[in-house]
């Protein structure tokens, strides 16, 4: 009989899990990264220290999305501002890169590359 060993998901690093590629926002602040249009590219070392991170699936065209969005980035630069807590990786369902990084752009948080396998 094949027995399959379980993974220690505890003990596995984020890039083991999700990769080693993101694009952060360029700012000293959460609320200047919340309007900067300057971007990065940073490693899974990026996100050393914070204790939780959250997926965003989310998309231009999505109006619940944009409804949420205020809330959410509200939440987010409170609750990081003074130590980064909690950190988003924004995983996009647009089509476009135009529609994907004009919605990014609203946002403080981490992005996986537009047309990246991992979406």
Not at 25 to 52: H, L, M, N, P
Request: aromatic share 10%; proline share 3%.
């Amino acid at each position: 009989m094949f027995r399959v060993q379980p993974k220690d998901v505890l003990n596995l690093k984020l890039s083991e899990v999700i990769g080693n590629k993101f694009i952060a926002k360029k700012g000293a602040s959460e609320r200047e990264r919340e309007i900067s249009t300057a971007t990065e590219e940073v490693t899974a070392d990026y996100f050393e220290g914070t204790r939780c991170i959250g997926l965003l699936f989310s998309a231009s065209w999505s109006a619940p999305c944009h409804t949420m969005l205020k809330l959410l980035r509200n939440f987010y630069s409170d609750i990081n501002l003074d130590e980064r807590l909690f950190e988003i990786i924004l995983v996009t369902s647009d089509t476009k890169k135009e529609k994907w990084l004009e919605h990014y752009n609203t946002m403080p948080w981490t992005t996986l590359p537009f047309g990246d396998s991992r979406i």
